[in-house]
């Protein structure tokens, strides 16, 4: 290697924090992350609304390289996990390397390098660009009519306001998946009065979190390869649920029936019940867990409402069947605008061709992380790499290692750009679909894993096992090898 590539990182999430410090780790220093807010953590960061925790365990929701014996709980809390990526950034030396409010608006390749240029007009050049933006950055708020006219406080739950007492409010929350059932049970003691705006059910499964005993991570820390052992127990014991996503799998109708046994045994109400239970196949959408959830709906204080909400009023929400809804505040828990990679960042490739443009057919990447056009720009947990069963971080990992390789390779070839050849894009994501046809989640339910026409580009269509092996190592005839113009050699030669 003559010269060490220059790497942009955007997103110091968790991702974007992997790839610094395997880049470290591998002795490259020539890397920048940028990021646009004023701390590391990424969606541990922005989401603070009362009772977010993730739903991966956190023992496995972590990296392999930084296990941590003190996670006081099963599912650890999000104040947990910031604090988690703090001591990584810290530990791994990527201060130096962070760049805060960054805000990106256009990166562009050049033919010679890559140009990143923020609000406000300064530019970053580098060799490589990693993407660590994540698929749920960008905060999704329902387009109601009347929004403006409602007089109360209004607000996202990844834009919680911690300065609004709820104390003796009438809260509205518009929403009922994966934010909205943390964030119930949290608030309900709470407020005065609290209704739930439900358009689709979700199938409910109970989380099952509980404390880690003194005694437990007193042996994570002390016993040689217990808590390697436990991470193991953990990544099979998820990664075995794999088939049931399989269409016509035998394990569907048993995992139905478990599902609709909890509700039963949980919400004795018929009609409460019946309101609560999708009429799609459990794994279509989103699978959900919580211990509590459906304990608080139970609640007088406590209203489920299905009817579709048809305006917002200055005191609350009107229904479709005349029904006013008082409140004093709103919270839209209607999640993120689903794997809009890079939204809204202008992403120009060779030719002028806009990343955009070329992913108005269809979103897809090759092998998950690189996209023909865009030489030596790669993505973490780009399309089709989302998971239904396991850990994302197995995802992560696995994509960091690919890349670092590529960069490798690139930088032994006199710093050679690889782009994608479009066959080779075009034959992955012909199987990716195949395999994906085969899945429950093509069974007829529509969910924020797929496009408007059908076609699901968030999800991984198989076991992590294959994806490991799949991305074990770059294979170069998949790429097109572009030298970088004459005068960006000499420049980076005279920089060297």
């Known amino acids: 290697m003559t010269t060490s590539p220059r790497v942009l990182i955007l997103g110091a999430g968790i991702s974007g924090l992997c790839m610094g410090i395997r880049l470290k780790q591998s002795g490259i220093d020539s890397f920048t992350i940028l990021e646009k807010s004023d701390r590391v953590g990424g969606t541990w960061r922005d989401n ?21 014996p003190d996670w006081s709980r099963i599912f650890s809390p999000g104040w947990e996990i910031q604090e988690y990526c703090e001591h990584c950034a810290d530990k791994y030396g990527l201060a130096p390397h962070l760049r805060f409010g960054a805000e990106i608006e256009h990166i562009e390749y050049t033919d010679e390098d890559w140009c990143v240029r923020l609000e406000g007009g300064e530019e970053f050049h580098a060799d490589f660009v990693v993407s660590a933006l994540g698929g749920l950055h960008k905060p999704k708020v329902a387009s109601i009519p009347g929004a403006d006219d409602f007089e109360g406080t209004s607000f996202h739950s990844a834009q919680w306001r911690p300065d609004r007492d709820l104390a003796g409010c009438r809260v509205a929350i518009i ?28 199938w409910i499964l109970p989380r099952g979190d509980r404390a880690y005993p003194a005694w437990l991570k007193r042996a994570f820390r ?22 049931v996503f399989v ?23 018929p009609e409460l019940r019946a309101r609560l239970t999708p009429d799609y196949k459990p794994g279509c959408k989103r699978m959900l867990i919580s ?32 029904r006013l809804h008082e409140a004093d505040t709103l919270i839209y828990a209607t999640g993120f605008e689903a794997f809009n990679f890079l939204a809204p960042l202008r992403v120009t490739g060779r030719s002028g061709v806009q990343l955009a443009e070329q992913w108005a057919g269809g979103i897809e990447a090759h092998r998950t992380v690189a ?20 850990s994302v971080i197995i995802m992560i990992e696995a994509q960091v290692g690919y890349i670092l390789k590529c960069i490798r390779a690139a930088s032994e070839r006199a710093l050679v750009h690889l782009d994608p050849r479009r066959e080779e894009s075009d034959r992955f994501n012909r199987d990716i679909q195949q395999d994906l046809d085969r899945t429950i989640w093509k069974s007829g339910c529509k969910s924020w894993y797929m496009d408007e026409n059908g076609k699901v580009f968030a999800l991984w269509p198989s076991s992590t096992l294959r994806y490991l092996w799949e991305m074990r190592r770059p294979l170069l005839h998949e790429y097109e090898q572009l030298t970088p113009a004459p005068s960006a050699r000499t420049a980076r030669d005279s920089h060297a």
């Open 371 to 390: 996209v023909p056009g865009f030489p030596n720009f790669f993505m973490l947990l780009g399309p089709n790499s989302g998971l239904g069963h396991n």
């Open 175 to 202: 929403g009922s998946a994966a934010s909205a059932i943390q964030i119930v049970p949290e608030i309900a003691e709470q407020t005065e009065h609290l209704t739930i705006f439900q358009r689709t059910p979700n």
């Open 222 to 243: 002390i016993v040689p390869g217990l808590q390697r052992l436990y991470r193991l127990f953990l990544y099979l014991l998820l990664e075995a649920r794999f088939p």
């Open 247 to 269: 269409a016509g799998s035998r394990l569907a109708a048993p995992l139905e029936r478990l599902c609709r046994r909890s509700i039963a045994m949980r919400v004795p109400d």
């Open 48 to 68: 603070t609304y009362p009772g977010v925790a993730c739903d991966v365990p956190s023992h496995l929701y972590s990296y392999s390289f930084e296990l941590n």
């Open 291 to 322: 211990d509590d959830y459906f304990e608080t709906l139970l609640r007088n204080d406590v209203d489920l409402v299905t009817t579709e909400i048809k305006r917002l009023e200055p005191s609350g929400v009107r229904t479709a069947d005349g």
